[in-house]
């Protein structure tokens, strides 16, 4: 059976590089129970009576961005000598050994590292970055020296520079928008069409030079600028 690795990575602008060797890699004993994995998305209009119009009936909620994703798992590391383990480290050795994977700090990265997280194909790649861990000690020698643990880790989706400006992109229109006015034409009509909110027309007009526009002259060329 495939077992859950997580491996450290080395973040560029484009891409996200996983290292080689035994020490950038952890490898678990014994497979999670499960995992969780969560996706979400933003919406403006949801928060709160501030993001309306007085007297709105009810929220319009209008796409922002997509969240991280999200992923959340707990293994077990032995020490017992019960479970088969070739390297037959103590609870200690493994905890340290993935500690320095996961949470430690990079001198060179001047950040915890990103991690590659996989698990059979189900959990083919998941690059993300630690946010929790907790560890339970459930088993004990006489001398007081730890035999199981149970680690509990949760991770959020690691990006590159180059992701995120693309989802910052996503968030408004990319490029400033030049319309010709055409008869029947209202400036709330126009800022629905390109920013699907049409209460931003009393903006564009100030930023056009606009002094009637309940009244659009066909013809007129109207700039739409990108706008949150």
Request: proline residues 7%.
């Amino acid at each position: 059976m495939a077992k859950l690795r997580i491996q450290r990575c080395k973040m560029g602008k484009s891409k996200i590089e996983p290292k080689k060797g035994p020490a950038n890699i952890f490898e678990a004993v014994i497979n999670p129970e499960s995992y969780s994995h969560n996706f979400g998305l933003n919406y403006t209009g949801t928060m709160g009576q501030g993001e309306n119009p007085i007297g709105s009936s009810a929220p319009v909620p209008k796409y922002a961005m997509a969240e991280p994703e999200k992923v959340s798992f707990s293994i077990i590391v032995d020490g017992t000598g019960v479970v088969p383990d070739k390297k037959k480290q103590t609870v200690a050795k493994q905890i340290e050994q993935l500690r320095k994977i996961v949470y430690d700090y990079d001198g060179d990265e001047h950040e915890p590292t990103a991690v590659k997280i996989m698990w059979g194909k189900g959990l083919k790649a998941f690059f993300g970055r630690l946010t929790s861990m907790s560890m339970d000690y459930t088993l004990f020698h006489p001398n007081g020296e730890a035999l199981r643990a149970k680690i509990k880790m949760d991770f959020i989706e690691a990006r590159t520079e180059a992701q995120e400006a693309l989802e910052a992109k996503r968030k408004s229109p990319d490029l400033t928008h030049v319309v010709q006015v055409v008869d029947g034409d209202t400036l709330p009509m126009l800022c629905h069409r390109i920013y699907k909110d049409a209460g931003k027309y009393l903006e564009i007009a100030a930023l056009n030079g606009l002094d009637n526009f309940r009244s659009l002259t066909p013809g007129t060329l109207l700039r739409f600028p990108p706008m949150r």
